[in-house]
């Protein structure tokens, strides 16, 4: 308590605030109030006037140690009363602020919920205010009436889905694991010394990001339901296979239009055959990941668990050049961006040293 005598020495650690009265050589590592680095020498003259804490050389403090020589000092203050206490009172009472990214994912989260309530609500409204709607049957007739258009409806008002819930899960775990931790170590962009300084207050998706991130789900979307479609009898093509057949090339159409999306994402702007065999773990995570898929369209387990059947080598075929079509509308939207894109400089360290 206030005006209790500590004797110090080397090695002990101050549980107080006291004035030194007298110091021996004594000094005392601050380095946990003040930041310096360090040891400051004490002693036991009077200041001539008031100072901050770190210029206090007649006073030890709370949270600090001895690491030389020894002295006398008496308790000043104790607990949240001392400086540490002080600085502790202060952190109590600041408000946690949510960081930069923090507030952005959150941002998009609720942008992304609007959104997908908007547009749920838009085609819903448009498709039932064209109609004739007389009661639930015919509001039921209405909306299946999209699924028909590709072959994804039977005889009946009976909808068969594009993709179980199996698959689509599958397509989660395949391509948003080996692959995306395979691209958290490719190597960096050959201009990013020459980008001009990110601004603070710039989005983490801004909006060439969130068009181009628009952009490649519909093709992707496309693609896969133009591929059901090719495979379906009726429809927009007419085809010829039997409903699993037709589902099992939309599945692996999805998955691989992903993993080819992978050698997209690697560079807002440069092109994918840009030093393409610079990572060579998305290579192996890309291989393993189709062979994954190859196994769940060809192992008999794995189809009565997945719900697929196997495939033949041209209808592998028809699947690969579907799915490739991602990469090549990402070609040509990089190809676009370069050329709008206004000249750079040749980079920030040429800068400086020219000027």
């Not at 946990?32 to 400051?40: Q, R």
């Not at 080819?260 to 192996?284: I, K, M, T, V």
């Not at 676009?336 to 400089?345: D, F, G, I, T, W």
Request: proline share 4%; aromatic share 6%.
């Amino acid at each position: 308590m206030c005006g209790d005598l500590l004797v110090l020495a080397e090695g002990d650690a101050l549980g107080a605030d006291a004035r030194l009265f007298r110091a021996t050589t004594l000094f005392v590592q601050e380095a946990s109030l003040t930041g310096e680095s360090e040891p400051v020498l004490k002693d036991a003259a009077t200041l001539a006037s008031a100072v901050p804490v770190a210029d206090q050389r007649n006073m030890v403090f709370k949270g600090t140690a001895v690491v030389r020589g020894s002295g006398l000092a008496l308790v000043t203050a104790t607990g949240m009363d001392t400086q540490m206490g002080a600085i502790a009172a202060l952190l109590e009472r600041t408000e946690e602020e949510p960081a930069p990214l923090q507030r952005e994912v959150a941002r998009i989260g609720r942008m992304l919920g609007a959104a997908v309530l908007i547009i749920a609500l838009i085609v819903v409204a448009s498709v039932v205010l064209q109609s004739e709607i007389r009661g639930a049957r015919d509001l039921l007739d209405v909306l299946l009436l999209g699924a028909g258009v590709i072959g994804l409806q039977t005889g009946g008002a009976t909808l068969v889905l594009p993709l179980l819930a199996t698959q689509i899960l599958w397509i989660n775990l395949l391509t948003d694991s080996w692959p995306a931790m395979a691209m958290g170590v490719d190597p960096h962009a050959d201009d990013v010394m020459a980008r001009p300084p990110r601004r603070a207050d710039q989005r983490v998706l801004d909006v060439r990001m969130w068009v181009g991130v628009v952009q490649m789900g519909l093709v992707m979307a496309l693609a896969t339901l133009l591929t059901i479609d090719l495979f379906l009898p009726g429809g927009l093509i007419e085809g010829t296979h039997a409903l699993e057949t037709a589902r099992t090339a939309g599945f692996t159409v999805l998955v691989l239009a992903q993993l080819f999306n992978c050698f997209n994402a690697r560079s807002a702007l440069s092109s994918a055959f840009h030093r393409p065999f610079a990572n060579p773990w998305l290579w192996a995570a890309i291989g393993l990941s189709a062979l994954l898929q190859g196994a769940v369209v060809h192992v008999e387990l794995l189809n009565r668990a997945f719900g697929t059947v196997p495939l033949s080598a041209e209808q592998w075929l028809v699947c690969l050049a579907m799915a490739s079509t991602v990469l090549w509308f990402g070609e040509l939207r990089k190809a676009l961006l370069r050329l709008r894109r206004p000249s750079a400089p040749a980079s920030f360290s040429a800068q400086k040293r020219h000027h």
